[in-house]
């Protein structure tokens, strides 16, 4: 699986939504419900705060509360909001059949990923090939903007200033991190060949590969909006990493044209 982390409530002109927002996440990310005492303390909440968050979003339906064990839940709320979005996103319904054909093609996994800024990526779209041994992760997953191949995009491609990027990426975990020096080449790499590559950095052993996605084509105006990844085993990539590079650009490309479409 794929390591993915859940931030905590952060300054905001709108202190109750960051908490729900936060509050949501936490509960999408738990394999089991939670209690108030538990959702606090991960939260860095006080647990009245807390349960006053947690009673808005279960009156709201977006949260479930089981009166047996006095914990907390996802309800089916949420699939309404996010069925309504995916309805809207065309980006997912074109990027899923390229995402299956090079995930079956290599035997790898493909994701499709909103980039917002600086801020975060979301994975909007997955596929895998299939095989017995493969790393996954799940839609809806966010990651800090920066990491792995496709924070290599973000930085190659939307122009912004060194003194932005540089107590982001300080803010970054990695099983082997580059040196600032290094990750500034890499970032440079991806500008003259269009597509970022993490070998082993995020994680160990692993090879990451975004390609950024303009919608109507390349424009260095404006910061992509999206990008597709391939990840997969580093050694088992090796000798198709040219191809998949090549096949992961043409697919990212025909994406923009068919969005501006």
């Not at 990027?95 to 980039?115: K, M, S």
Request: charged share 20%; with cysteine; aromatic share 6%.
């Amino acid at each position: 699986m794929i390591s993915q982390t859940v931030p905590a409530p952060t300054a905001s002109k709108a202190p109750a939504i960051a908490r729900a927002a936060a509050a949501l996440r936490l509960l999408g990310r738990s394999e089991a419900p939670l209690g108030v005492q538990a959702i606090a303390r991960e939260l860095g909440l006080v647990p009245s705060t807390c349960l006053y968050v947690l009673r808005a979003l279960v009156a709201e339906e977006l949260v479930a509360f089981d009166a047996d064990t006095k914990r907390y839940s996802l309800d089916a709320g949420v699939l309404t909001l996010a069925r309504a979005w995916l309805r809207r996103d065309q980006f997912n319904d074109l990027a899923q059949g390229p995402l299956d054909r090079l995930a079956r093609e290599f035997g790898i996994t493909t994701l499709g990923v909103q980039l917002f800024g600086l801020d975060r990526i979301i994975v909007t779209a997955m596929s895998q090939s299939g095989q017995n041994f493969q790393l996954s992760t799940q839609v809806g997953s966010r990651f800090p903007a920066l990491v792995s191949a496709t924070g290599r995009c973000i930085a190659a491609f939307g122009g912004y200033r060194m003194n932005d990027l540089r107590p982001r990426f300080d803010a970054l975990r990695w099983d082997e991190a580059p040196s600032w020096e290094e990750w500034l080449a890499q970032v440079e790499e991806a500008r003259d060949t269009g597509i970022g590559v993490d070998a082993g950095h995020y994680i160990a052993g692993v090879t990451v590969i975004a390609a950024p996605v303009w919608k109507g084509g390349r424009d260095a105006a404006r910061a992509p909006s999206h990008a597709l990844v391939a990840i997969g085993i580093g050694a088992a990539m090796r000798s198709e990493l040219p191809r998949i590079k090549d096949a992961l650009k043409g697919a990212a490309r025909s994406l923009g044209d068919q969005l501006a479409g």
